[in-house]
């Protein structure tokens, strides 16, 4: 019945977790769920504000332009300019998506022939590699290694494979590493694309939430950037605007072309109040993005110094909510191990790509009182 396409894709270690999950609930197992990457708190009230009047407004309820409000592509434009100090043309330089998975999803299918490779991190977020099978690409995984920094080796990949890509995908602050790149690296990466001809997909949905006066860059900082890349953005971590789906991409304006016209035949634009609470976000007070940091850096240091006193070696990392934790054994037989003799679940890294064996993840998106609960579980087991 289904596309060999859809046979293809590999299986959702995910909705295993979740059925995991729900069977310990129906037990009555009083579950601590580590696994979410889904901010717990809400939206910030001046943004839903700005959607209640918005969605009064009967011309809001119309078919949007399929490249977006240029006020919103216009808020997102100052902001790049405010925070990364980029200079950007908002009718050209900024494409409005409604979330960046929808853009990471799509851009495959304007830029891979059946058969061109596409590059991407393994472990990484799984869109990557989906998008580019569901446009009859192949995906050649990049190892995200410790030894590494989790940075991928340019100079490991075949150069074989590196003629052949397209495209590549890098997501700095990572999920699920919680690595971050330099600016050096990201120079490196223009070079490699430029000898190779390869378009870079910089996911940059975690800029925002960082700690300990750590500051992530743009890809688009990088000189000649902008000649072979482009940057997505979501509004879903920073301003805890998952269920509202909102991002952008900001960059080369020819591969935003290529993108734009994938979306005018497949989507019919973001909705005309969910960019001006988009824009209510981008252009209002952001001190609620410094007070969500807060949080979750209180939270990472108690679940750090709690995985730390049960001798996991793990670092705080300077962004994401994730922590990646090496484990022993099999990750799956730990995170399985964890549900049933603790009621906490984690994410087996494997869910994340091949590579992700032997860590599990654990994001922050509980309060302080339940990762603590959640550590003295752990520490009940006498988890090594
Ligand atoms: C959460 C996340 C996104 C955001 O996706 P939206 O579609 O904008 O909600 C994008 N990339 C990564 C790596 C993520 O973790």
Redesign the pocket.
């Known amino acids: 019945m289904y596309a060999d396409r859809i046979n293809s894709l590999p299986p959702y270690l995910f909705a295993a977790i979740d059925k995991a999950r729900q069977e310990a609930v129906k037990k009555g197992i009083d579950v601590i769920n580590l696994s979410i990457?889904d901010p717990d708190m809400p939206t910030p009230p001046h943004i839903v504000e700005a959607m209640r009047k918005a969605v009064g407004n009967p011309e809001r309820h119309r078919y949007p332009s399929y490249e977006g409000m240029l006020s919103f592509r216009d808020a997102a434009a100052k902001w790049y300019k405010k925070i990364m100090n980029i200079d950007l043309d908002p009718e050209t330089e900024v494409l409005t998506?409604?979330?960046?998975?929808?853009g990471?999803a799509h851009i495959p299918l304007a830029f891979l022939n059946p058969g061109d490779v596409s590059l991407v991190p393994d472990p990484?977020?799984p869109?990557y590699n989906i998008g580019t099978i569901l446009a009859d690409g192949k995906p050649y995984k990049m190892p995200l290694i410790s030894e590494n920094n989790f940075l991928p080796d340019l100079d490991a990949i075949p150069s074989g494979i590196a003629k052949k890509a397209k495209i590549m995908f890098l997501?700095y602050p990572?999920?699920p590493t919680s690595a971050t790149a330099t600016v050096k690296f990201f120079e490196e990466v223009v070079d490699y694309a430029n000898e190779n001809e390869i378009l870079v997909i910089h996911?940059n949905?975690?800029s925002e939430m960082t700690y300990d006066g750590y500051k992530a860059p743009s890809f688009l900082a990088v000189g000649g950037a902008k000649d072979v890349g482009i940057e997505?953005h979501?509004?879903?971590?920073t301003y805890n605007m998952?269920g509202w789906?909102?991002?952008f991409a900001v960059g080369n304006r020819d591969i935003l072309s290529g993108l734009g016209k994938v979306k005018t035949n497949v989507d019919s634009g973001a909705f005309e109040a969910v960019q001006e609470a988009g824009i209510a976000a981008l252009s209002g007070p952001q001190d609620c993005v410094r007070s969500m940091n807060n949080i979750y850096k209180e939270r990472r240091d108690a679940l750090i110094s709690g995985l730390n006193e049960l001798g996991l070696d793990v670092k705080p990392p300077r962004a994401t909510f994730y922590v990646w934790v090496r484990v022993k054994g099999k990750s799956l037989d730990f995170t399985k191990m964890l549900l049933e003799k603790a009621g906490i679940v984690a994410t087996p890294g494997p869910g994340f790509g091949e590579y992700g064996e032997g860590y599990i993840r654990f994001a922050l998106t509980q309060t302080v009182e339940r990762i603590n609960e959640a550590v003295e579980r752990m520490h009940k087991l006498k988890i090594e």
Do not use: P, Q
């Open positions: 990457g998506l409604i979330g960046s998975k929808e990471i990484g977020y869109v997501n990572n999920n996911d949905a975690y997505m979501s509004l879903s971590k998952t789906r909102l991002g």
